[in-house]
């Protein structure tokens, strides 16, 4: 089965950067889409962006110009690149992949503060 592992999360000042990663197991990522939802609670699961197969990268208006999403065929793994964050960008983030069916990691929290 396929399995998403994130990492990266973590506290960080409004301004600042960070990146997330997600490895991919029991699954390859190269013929997959890819991709970073976020979640804060009591709201519904934002879309952030997503990568196809062919490396067609998507974002939300919300985060397009600050964000990068990439992936590592060789290594299987997925990151998200944040910079200027702010404190809107606060939420637990999600890797998925979709390829037969769609699986999502386990979350990693994003706390933009002062």
């Known amino acids: 089965q396929v399995q998403l592992m994130e990492s990266g999360g973590g506290l960080v000042q409004p301004g600042g950067s960070l990146t997330l990663s997600c490895a991919v197991s029991g699954g390859v990522i190269s013929p997959a889409t890819v991709g970073w939802y976020r979640q804060v609670p009591g709201k519904e699961r934002e879309w952030v962006a997503s990568?196809?197969?062919?490396?067609?990268?998507m974002y939300a208006d919300s985060v397009k110009g600050r964000f990068t999403i990439s992936r590592d065929n060789a290594k299987n793994t997925v990151s998200l690149q944040m910079n200027t964050l702010k404190p809107e960008d606060t939420a637990i983030y999600y890797c998925?992949?979709?390829?037969?069916?769609?699986?999502w990691g386990q979350g990693t929290q994003v706390t933009v503060s002062s």
């Open positions: 998925y992949y979709k390829h037969h069916a769609e699986y």
């Open positions: 990568s196809g197969a062919y490396g067609r990268r």
